[in-house]
């Protein structure tokens, strides 16, 4: 392995350069993990889990109040500071700013955007997007300065339904829109690079966390609640989480918390969504130590999976979800086909509703992408 410094000391939030985005160790690896469990799941059934350490039937999914203190959303402002940093000096007309899907893209560029009283654009109807409407541009003509959290709520993926996307992108990268700040879903940033050509524009992105980030974050957030308990693996029964910043700092890096930044590629929102969903506490009201069951434990994805239902998760990506009126708008094949292969995939646990859109779930995002990789469809640069 190549010399690779220790990450201790880096700051939790970075944004970065798209082309200075780097996945963390050990990511290769985890895809060959996950090819080598869905191959074995197809061929031979269901694989037998790993031995465990903790019987995971002595443990219980936390109460909801004790979760929400343990492991609280995400404050992405310290993330909408980096991305200040970055933007300041910057001359170009358009600069975006992309992450994964659950990432936090709209919420730095809004936290962004409050500070600075830049205003945020409001975001064409459906009905505008489907019919190619352009009127909804008018409203960033006499603006000096205007952002846009999330660029994919302002296209669909067919021939009128991408025309005002389109225009306007055309008209902001020429400059004829003044100066305006895009956050926008990595898929979708690699959708409109393909079919409209987004050259020029600085694109920025949230560093990947390594396995010590992680461990910071989740301790630091934990201690926000008072002093935390310690976390165990039930796969190896070893600490995870420590219950004290200096005990941490004593330590070496754990591999399972490596094994998870490597296995979201080191996007902390979709690393807080396996941490929260995977933390339980053990039945017995005298053990205070929490565990976290098979971090990486996620809907399977078979490898057989048919060609609909790879156009479906596809094309949620691609949109950062959609309701199942406009998802069938934008597959080659009829309603009834479509709304078939999304309960499918709802029942397998590997697509979820938000908001009123179907989304690739964050425990399924991982197998989803290496799937359509293998598959040689367009993927994030993510």
């Known amino acids: 392995m190549g010399e690779h410094s220790s990450s201790a000391d880096t700051p939790l939030w970075a944004v970065v350069e798209l082309d200075q985005f780097r996945t963390p160790e050990q990511t290769q ?3 060959w993990r996950r090819s080598f469990r ?4 197809w061929l031979g059934g269901k694989n037998d889990a790993e031995q465990q350490v903790k019987d995971e039937s002595e443990l219980r999914a936390l109460p909801g109040v004790r979760l929400a203190h343990l492991v609280p959303s995400i404050d992405w402002a310290p993330a909408a500071r980096a991305l200040g940093q970055q933007l300041e000096g910057q001359d170009a007309p358009v600069t975006f700013f992309i992450t994964t899907p659950y990432s936090g893209h709209a919420s730095v560029v809004t936290h962004w955007a409050e500070k600075h ?14 019919e190619g409407s352009t009127q909804w541009i ?10 846009i959290p999330a660029l994919e709520r302002y296209f669909l993926r067919h021939t009128q339904g991408i025309q005002g996307v389109r225009e306007f992108l055309e008209r902001a990268l020429s400059g004829r829109l003044g100066k305006g700040v895009i956050g926008c879903d990595s898929w979708t940033y690699a959708f409109l690079h393909r079919v409209i050509g987004i050259d020029g524009a600085p694109v920025f992105t949230l560093q990947s966390m390594e396995g010590e980030q992680l461990a910071r974050y989740f301790a630091q957030i934990a201690a926000h609640s008072g002093q935390p308990p310690p976390v165990y ?7 995870v989480l420590f219950d004290s910043a200096s005990e941490q700092k004593s330590k070496a890096p754990n591999k399972e918390l490596q ?4 296995h979201c590629r ?10 929260r969903e995977r933390l339980r506490e053990p039945k017995a009201d ?18 057989d999976t048919g060609d609909i239902a790879t156009l479906v998760m596809h094309a949620l990506l691609v949109h950062g979800g959609l309701d199942d009126d406009s998802l069938g708008e934008v597959l080659p094949f009829s309603h009834h086909e479509a709304l078939n292969a999304r309960l499918a995939l709802q029942r397998k646990g590997i697509v979820s509703s938000c908001e009123g859109r179907w989304q690739i779930t964050p425990l399924s995002y991982a197998s989803v992408r290496q799937l359509l990789e293998s598959r040689n469809y367009l993927v994030d640069p993510l």
């Open 233 to 239: 693996s039930t796969r190896t029964g070893k600490q």
């Open 38 to 41: 869905s191959i074995s799941s």
């Open 29 to 31: 690896a985890s895809q």
């Open 259 to 262: 094994r998870l930044a490597a």
């Open 138 to 147: 008018e409203q960033c003509v006499n603006q000096r300065e205007w952002a």
């Open 286 to 303: 005298n053990e205070e130590a929490l565990w976290l069951v098979d971090a990486l434990a996620e809907a399977e994805l078979a490898v």
């Open 117 to 130: 009283h830049v205003a945020c654009l409001a975001p064409p109807t459906l009905s505008e997007i489907a």
């Open 266 to 275: 080191g996007h902390i929102g979709l690393a807080w969504h396996y941490w």
